[in-house]
């Protein structure tokens, strides 16, 4: 996948001193063959190098592709990576990457993430892994593992602020018009999608109504009338299809949403509050600090948020 290469390529290229404003990495593209190779959409690419001829790496980042699980390519690969790999800092595999990391037999025992629609297979075909099918990223020692495509930018956004703690990383989120950290945590797509997915048609729809409206009241009673479903019936059937209760279902997907606005707005915590449906900003930083052990003033600092100012009426 042609976005497993350019994604942490370009992520990575945005990563410039704050100081001198020089480029804090460089990256080359290395192959197993001199050929030109394609991606999976068409677009066309050239190693600056072999392989084996590879300098002094600090990361290696191992993308995914139709390619690379194949048998007799990623043997190749794992070949390599089991003589080599431990002198890189860190080793890197963007979503079906992982079939060259995992054939190496290097993530044998440790946490791996991939591409939610490969990772039963990668389960099957490498059972010494273990596989955490929901997560965006995974870091397990010097191992990272990440879900589809995408993730391979969450991932390098992470990995720069590995390196650069402070807010770096954060204004190249911005810069690729990307999450610095996807709300949700480590959920693999999209909170409504989801909910759509896991669910039957009626309490999917209710759910991904109710995450894309938590300013509204979103009591029992009134989910389960756009359910058409008695508030009782409702509650039992939501448990059962999300594995929660409807009323903590709305408290987190609140919270989740607050962490948002938190990094990347200038709003005061009360507006926050009010905007995602809490009756006071006491009875949200309660419910903050109790979801993830901070304030959300502490934890607008801590991921390198502005001063929140009043907002404008």
């Not at 404003?21 to 050239?46: D, I, M, N, Q, W």
């Not at 995974?138 to 992470?158: N, Q, R």
């Amino acid at each position: 996948m042609a976005l497993d290469i350019v994604g942490p390529m370009d992520t990575f290229a945005l990563a410039m001193s704050p100081s001198s404003g020089t480029p804090l990495y460089a990256c080359v593209v290395l192959a197993l063959s001199r050929k030109a190779f394609v991606a999976e959409s068409g677009l066309k690419f050239h190693a600056d190098m072999l392989l084996d001829d590879a300098p002094a790496l600090d990361t290696l980042v191992i993308p995914g592709g139709r390619g690379l699980r194949k048998p007799v390519v990623r043997q190749r690969l794992a070949s390599w990576l089991r003589a080599n790999a431990r002198r890189c800092r860190r080793v890197v595999s963007v979503c079906t990457g992982i079939y060259g990391l995992a054939a190496s037999g290097l993530l044998d025992g440790r946490r791996v993430t991939t591409h939610w629609r490969f990772a039963s297979d990668v389960a099957r075909q490498f059972p010494a892994v273990k596989m955490q099918a929901n997560a965006i990223f995974m870091k397990d020692g010097c191992f990272y593992t990440s879900a589809g495509v995408t993730a391979g930018i969450d991932l390098a956004l992470a990995l720069i602020e590995e390196d650069h703690p402070g807010p770096l990383a954060l204004g190249i989120g911005r810069e690729l018009v990307v999450h610095h950290k996807r709300t949700g945590g480590q959920e693999q797509y999209s909170e409504p999608f989801r909910f759509q997915v896991e669910a039957n048609d009626r309490l999917g729809e209710v759910a991904a109504w109710a995450a894309a409206h938590l300013g509204s009241s979103l009591t029992v009673e009134s989910l389960a009338e756009r359910a058409c479903m008695s508030p009782r019936h409702f509650a039992r059937a939501f448990k059962h299809a999300f594995g929660t209760t409807p009323a903590d279902f709305v408290e987190r997907r609140r919270l989740d949403r607050a962490r948002e606005g938190l990094i990347g707005s200038r709003r005061t915590i009360a507006h926050i509050a009010q905007s995602i449906g809490f009756r006071s900003a006491d009875a949200f930083s309660r419910a903050f600090h109790r979801c993830y052990g901070l304030t959300p003033s502490l934890y607008r600092r801590s991921r390198g948020g502005s001063d929140a100012v009043p907002a404008s009426n």
